[in-house]
Structures are given as C-alpha cells and as structure tokens.
C-alpha cells in the first residue's frame, strides 16, 4: 500500500495520508487487477531472479574455463550473487512502472474516460467496451479552426491540486 500512495504523491502532490487514502479507495475499487498485477510481478521477479543469475553464472564459469584458469567455480558464484542483486534492483524498478502504469491509467479512466491512456493500454486493461458505454466520443477540432492562445497564468494558478 505504501507503494501506491508514493505514486499518488508523485502524480499529484498530495501529502501521504491524503495518498494513503486515496490508494485504499483503489484498492476497495479494484482489487482483482491488483491481485493481477501483484501475481504478474512475482512471476517475472521469480523468472529474472533464477535465470538472469544462473546464466551469467555459467557464462562465466565456461569462460574462465575457456581460458584455462583453474577454479572458475569461485568466479561463477560470485558472479551469481552480484547478477542477483543487480536483478532484484531491476525487477523491483519494473515493479514500481507497472503500478505506476495502472494507478495513472485507471485514474485516467475513473476522471477522464481514459481519453490519455494509450489505446494499446485502453484494449489491455480492457477500457474499450466500458469507455464507449461510459463517454460520448470525443469531438475532433477542424483542421481550420483557431487554436487557444497561449495561457498567461502561472503553473501554481494552473494547478487543480488544493492544498489542504
């Protein structure tokens, strides 16, 4: 849970507990894609953190083998704890993108009917079927109609965050 909220902090600028929150309402609104997302990334945690190491182990081995140095076991399991912890360093940053991904695209959909998800997201967490029953289409602009003028007001006017 308290990955989520510092998601909802980063995206918004809320403070923790107002976070914190928010991230339980997600969680009650949504708990089956979590559990998804949860199981997606202890597979790929468990797939990365056995064969990412245990090749570059053997890699290893074979090559200091190949050079006709004696011992290249000690090599290959050093080798094999450092790939480990470099894997969990990576795995943990893919697990961090793909919540990311879903709290900003079921954001998206909850205040905005998904009309910033990518389609390729939109058709994967399946927003198709529910954004069509759910929005209007969008109205395109002419091709010949005027553009907005540029805003004058600062970003801390532009901002739809209120502090508390």
Not at 7 to 36: D, H, N, S
Not at 122 to 131: I, K, L, P, S
């Amino acid at each position: 849970m308290t990955g989520y909220a510092y998601i909802y902090t980063a995206i918004e600028g809320m403070g923790f507990c107002t976070a914190a929150k928010a991230t339980f309402v997600l969680i009650m609104k949504y708990p089956a894609q979590i559990y998804i997302n949860h199981l997606v990334q202890l597979i790929l945690k468990l797939l990365m953190s056995v064969t990412i190491p245990l090749l570059c182990g053997m890699i290893c081995y074979f090559w200091v083998d190949a050079k006709g140095k004696p011992d290249g076991m000690y090599g290959a399991i050093v080798t094999v704890v450092l790939a480990f912890f470099i894997t969990r360093i990576f795995a943990t940053v893919y697990e961090v993108i793909i919540e990311t991904v879903f709290v900003c695209s079921f954001r998206d959909r909850d205040l905005y009917g998904a009309r910033h998800t990518p389609p390729s997201i939109r058709v994967a967490f399946g927003f198709e079927a529910a954004v069509k029953e759910e929005t209007a289409p969008l109205v395109k602009r002419p091709a010949n109609a005027p553009t907005a003028a540029p805003s004058t007001r600062t970003p801390a006017e532009t901002s739809t965050h209120v502090a508390p």
